[in-house]
C-alpha cells in the first residue's frame, strides 16, 4: 500500500526550510476561493516538483506565500522560512527575504527582464542592492554569475539587451540574477516553457547541479513530468487549487493514488504515434520558400554595422491541407522563418508566394487582404493578447475586422463556441490575459488564430505553456480543423514527439542553415543527421528511475554564437562524427531516398552505424 500522505496533509521534510500549512486565497468578486487548504514543505538541499493542470493553483500558492498577489486578495493560513512567518509581512520586510534568501525564476523571462537595462546592469542591480556591493564588484561578480550558469560568451552577453537573447539564454539569465546572493530556497516557475529539448536537458541539469553543490532547496513548478522525474526528490500533485496527492517521486510516478493523476502520468507517458494523414488530398502549394535569408544588425552604434545570417538559403513547400513541423534549438532561427515567411520580417534575399502570388517585393499595405486567411498562434501568449480587452473581445475581435458584416450576435455565438471548443470557461470570458495564467492565455491566443478558419496557420511553439491533458486537447482541435477546412499547418516546435504526431513531414534547423528533411516518422525512427539524432536523445523521459542519470550526461555548454559561424559544417563542433571534410566544405542539401533530404557529408556512414 503507498505510504503517500493524505491530499491536503503537510508533506513533511527533512530539515524543514519552506513550510505553508492550510493555505486559502479567494480574489475580490468569485465566489470560490483560488485555493483551499494547501499544504506543502521543502527542506533543505531537496527538490519538490509541484505539478498539475494549468490552473491548478501551482504558481499562485508560491505568490500568496511570499507576498506577489494583486491588492484585494485575501490570503489566510501560515507560511514560514524557517522560523520568519511570511504572511502578514511588510512590503519591505519581504523585499529583503525576496532576491537574498529567496530566489525566483519566472515563466516567461522576457516579461520579468528590463527592456531597456543590458543584462550586465540587471544582474549587478541585485547585487548592489541586497549585498551593498560597489559598482565595480558587483559587475565583476554579474559576469563570473553569468559564467557559472553557462551563458557562452558572457563578456558580450553583459552588454546586450533582453532582446538580443535567445529564449534559452534569457532563461539563463533570469537564473544568474535568481542565485545572484545565493539563495536557500529557488523557487522555478515552468523553466523550461517552450525551450527545446537540448536546452531543457541543459538548464535542468544545471539546476540539478547547482542544487547539489549549494545545498539549495528547488521548488520546481511545471506541467512537465520529465522534468520532474529528472530533479524531484517529492512530489505534490495540485488540481482546482488543491492538493491532491504527494509523496516522493517514486510513490508518485510509480503508484498514484488519483486517478487525475493516472490520467496525467498517462498523457505524459502517450507514445508518438504515427502522425494522421488528413482527411482530404493535398492541394494546391499555399506557401512557397525559396532561397530565404535574413541577416539582423548586431550590438549597439557603430558596432551595430555588424550583420548575423539568422536564416541561410532556407527552402520549403507546403501544400493545401499539409502540416510541415520546424524543428531546431532555440536561436536556430525556427521563429525567424516563421515571421519571414508571412512578410513579419524583412528578408535580405529569396522569394515567398502566398496562394500562387509572389508577395516578396509587395508593401505591406497591399498584403493585409490577404492575411485573413493566413494567421499565427505566437510563442509568448501574454506578450502577444491586448491587455486592455477581456477574453471574449481578444477573440472576437479578427471577425470585427475581418467579417464586419456578420451580425453582432452571430459574432458572439461564434466567439463563444471557439472559447469553449479550446476549454475556456465562461466564468473567464470576461477576464483580462493578466488574469488567467499561462496556459489559458495560450488558449486565447490559439482561439484568436483559429477562429477565421484560415487556411494557412503558423504555430510558433503553440503549445509549449499547456500541460499534457491540454496539449491533447488542443492537438485534436487542430487536427479537426485540417479536416473541416484543409487548413494547412507550419508548426513550429522543441516537442519532438508532438511533431511527429500532428505533422506529415518535418524540417530541422540548425543555426539557421537546413540540415534534415524528411516523413516525421522516418525522422524518429532513422535520423540521418546527428543534430536530429541528438535532439531525439534529449527527450525528458517521465521516469524517476531513469531520468536523473540522464540529465547528469547533459553538457552544460550554450551552443556557439551566432556571430561566430564557421565555414564547413556548423554542427562539426559538435559532432562526433566529424572528420577534416566538415571542417574545411559546407555539406550539400542532398536526396537521401524518396521525400528525405539531409546536408551531412557522412551521412550514409554514421546512420547505418559504420562510424
Not at 489566510?76 to 520586510?93: K, M
Not at 517529492?234 to 487525475?260: L, W
Request: positive net charge; charged residues 20%; hydrophobic residues 45%.
Amino acid at each position: 500500500m503507498s505510504s503517500t500522505p493524505p491530499a491536503g496533509e503537510l508533506l513533511s521534510a527533512p530539515e524543514g526550510l519552506l513550510s505553508i500549512e492550510a493555505l486559502r486565497v479567494r480574489f475580490p468578486g468569485t465566489n470560490a476561493p483560488a485555493l483551499e487548504d494547501v499544504s506543502l514543505a521543502v527542506g533543505r538541499g531537496e527538490c519538490l516538483g509541484v505539478v498539475g493542470e494549468s490552473g491548478a493553483g501551482k504558481s499562485l500558492t508560491f505568490l500568496a506565500a511570499f507576498g506577489l498577489l494583486p491588492a484585494g486578495a485575501e490570503v489566510s493560513g501560515r507560511a514560514r522560512l524557517g522560523t520568519t512567518e511570511l504572511l502578514g509581512l511588510t512590503e519591505r520586510a519581504l523585499d529583503r527575504i525576496r532576491g537574498r534568501r529567496v530566489g525566483l525564476v519566472f515563466q516567461d523571462p522576457m516579461s520579468s527582464l528590463t527592456p531597456h537595462l543590458t543584462v550586465g546592469a540587471q544582474v549587478a542591480e541585485v547585487l548592489r542592492r541586497h549585498l551593498g556591493l560597489g559598482a565595480r564588484a558587483a559587475r565583476t561578480r554579474a559576469g563570473e554569475l553569468l559564467e557559472r550558469v553557462r551563458l557562452g560568451d558572457a563578456g558580450r552577453r553583459m552588454r546586450q539587451y533582453p532582446h538580443e537573447l535567445s529564449g534559452g539564454m534569457r532563461q539563463r539569465v533570469m537564473i544568474a540574477i535568481a542565485l545572484a546572493c545565493e539563495p536557500q530556497l529557488l523557487i522555478a516557475d515552468e523553466p523550461t516553457t517552450a525551450l527545446d529539448v537540448t536546452l531543457q536537458a541543459q538548464l535542468l541539469a544545471l539546476l540539478a547541479q547547482i542544487k547539489r553543490e549549494q545545498h539549495m532547496a528547488l521548488v520546481l513548478i511545471t506541467h512537465d513530468f520529465g522534468a520532474v522525474a529528472g530533479l524531484a526528490d517529492r512530489v505534490a500533485v495540485m488540481r482546482a487549487g488543491r492538493v491532491i496527492e504527494s509523496g516522493t517521486a517514486a510513490q508518485v510516478f510509480g503508484a498514484p493514488r488519483e486517478t487525475y493523476t493516472r490520467e496525467l502520468l498517462r498523457a505524459a507517458g502517450e507514445p508518438p504515434g504515427v502522425p494522421a494523414a488528413p482527411s482530404a488530398p493535398a492541394g494546391a502549394a499555399v506557401l512557397e520558400v525559396s532561397d530565404l535569408e535574413v541577416r539582423f544588425a548586431h550590438g549597439t552604434g557603430l558596432l551595430r554595422r555588424r550583420l548575423f545570417t539568422a536564416l541561410e538559403s532556407v527552402s520549403l513547400e507546403l501544400a493545401g491541407g499539409q502540416a510541415l513541423g520546424i524543428v531546431g534549438e532555440s536561436g536556430c532561427g525556427k521563429s525567424t522563418l516563421t515571421r519571414a515567411a508571412l512578410r513579419l520580417v524583412r528578408a535580405r534575399g529569396g522569394r515567398v508566394v502566398w496562394l500562387g502570388r509572389d508577395v516578396s517585393a509587395l508593401a505591406p499595405r497591399y498584403l493585409r487582404h490577404l492575411r485573413r486567411d493566413l494567421q499565427l498562434i505566437f510563442q509568448d501568449p501574454l506578450a502577444s493578447l491586448d491587455p486592455h480587452l477581456t477574453v471574449e473581445r481578444l477573440v472576437g475581435e479578427p471577425l470585427e475586422i475581418h467579417l464586419s458584416a456578420l451580425p453582432p450576435a452571430e459574432r458572439l455565438a461564434r466567439t463563444r463556441s471557439m472559447l469553449e471548443r479550446v476549454g475556456l470557461e465562461p466564468a473567464l470570458y470576461g477576464r483580462r490575459p493578466h488574469e488567467l495564467s499561462g496556459g489559458q492565455c495560450q488558449r486565447v491566443g490559439i482561439a484568436r488564430a483559429m477562429i477565421l478558419a484560415p487556411r494557412l496557420l503558423v504555430c510558433d511553439e503553440p503549445l509549449s505553456a499547456l500541460d499534457v491533458r491540454a496539449q491533447r486537447q488542443i492537438r485534436l482541435l487542430l487536427e479537426e480543423l485540417r479536416g473541416e477546412q484543409g487548413t494547412s499547418l507550419l508548426f513550429v516546435s522543441h516537442d519532438l514527439a508532438l511533431v511527429r504526431r500532428l505533422c506529415e513531414r518535418a524540417l530541422v534547423l540548425y543555426r539557421g542553415r537546413m540540415v534534415e528533411l524528411g516523413p516525421s516518422a522516418a525522422l524518429f525512427e532513422r535520423p540521418l543527421h546527428p543534430y536530429t539524432r541528438e535532439l531525439i536523445e534529449a527527450i525528458a523521459l517521465a521516469d524517476p528511475a531513469l531520468q536523473p542519470a540522464r540529465l547528469a550526461k547533459v553538457a552544460l555548454g550554450e551552443p556557439p554564437a551566432p556571430l561566430a559561424s564557421p565555414g564547413g559544417c556548423a554542427f562539426r563542433a559538435r559532432c562526433p562524427h566529424a572528420t577534416a571534410v566538415c571542417a574545411e566544405q559546407r555539406p550539400p542539401w542532398v536526396s537521401a531516398g524518396p521525400g528525405r533530404w539531409v546536408a551531412c557529408h557522412h551521412f550514409g556512414q554514421w546512420a547505418d552505424g559504420m562510424l
